[in-house]
Structures are given as C-alpha cells and as structure tokens.
C-alpha cells in the first residue's frame, strides 16, 4: 500500500486557559495498481490524525480502470464546490504532470502517464474530491462492451467483417 500525506492543517481552539490544537490530516492511500482512496482525520497530535486519515482512506478505496497499466482509458472532468479538474490521458513517457495533490492520488493509483488541470480553488480537500469525481467516471472498453452487449474490437472500430458484410448485413435487416 502506497500511503501520501497530503495535507495537515492546525487548527485552535479558545478556551479558558488558553488554546488547545488540534490537527487534521488528508491522507491518500493506493495498491499502484488501479485502486485509490483518501480519508480525513482530526485528533489532538499529529500522528493518531494522519492514523485516523489512514484508515479512513482504506475504507472508501475504489477501483479505477487503467490502459496498459500506466494510463487512463479516456479524458475526464470532475468538479467537487468551486474546484474543476480536467484529466487526460497521455502518451508514454510523459510522466504525472499535475499539481500536488493530485499528483499524489495519480502516484497512489499506480498511473504513470497523465495530464491534468486544476481550475477554481487550491483547497487539497476539494482537489482530491474533484479528482475523484473525474476518476469514478472512467470506463474501460471492456465494461462498455459487456454493458451494450458487444465485442470489444467492435466498439473500437476494428471488428472482423469488411464493409461489403457490413453492408449485405445491414440490407438484410432492412428486408
């Protein structure tokens, strides 16, 4: 498992004697190989936070499909509040060009090959959610063809029959 602290964030509390701390830590957690999930967790020290993160993130992993084990199947957009993202897949070698947190969801995932963009807020905790809105619409070919009832090769425009077949077939349904 692929653990990245992404953020802590300090927060105090007012009370008579003084201030109290607290801290809450973003966690993202990944196998590197297409399972993903980040958690959020607040205690008063810094290590049984970035626990209780861990072991949230743990429990909301889900499963994103990826091309050759190093990219995506398809762009994607997601948004969480004011945050946009944009993900687009990317030829080898290219490498994880994104901004900080969701380099770290992409490194966790496992996905090497990636661009994406992050408009309208830096906040990591709507990043990552925005992140994760575009990561759950991922498909892959497979999926789509069992879902439509199809074969892989024909939703990728490389099935068997030359056009002729494809015409004479579709002729006799006409008839």
Known sequence: MIEKLVHINRVSKTVKGGKRFGFAALVVVGDG?????????????????ITKATAAAR??????PLKEGRT?????????GAGKVTVRTAPPGTGIIAGGPMRAVFESLGVADVVTKSVGTSNPYNMIRATFDALQDQTSPKSVAQRRGKKVADLLGRGGASEAEAEAEAAAVVE
């Open 72 to 80: 995506l199947h398809h762009d994607g957009n997601g948004r969480f």
């Open 59 to 64: 429990k909301k992993m889900i499963r994103v």
């Open 33 to 49: 190989s297409g399972r993903v999930g980040f958690g959020h967790g607040k205690a008063r020290e810094v290590p049984e936070a």
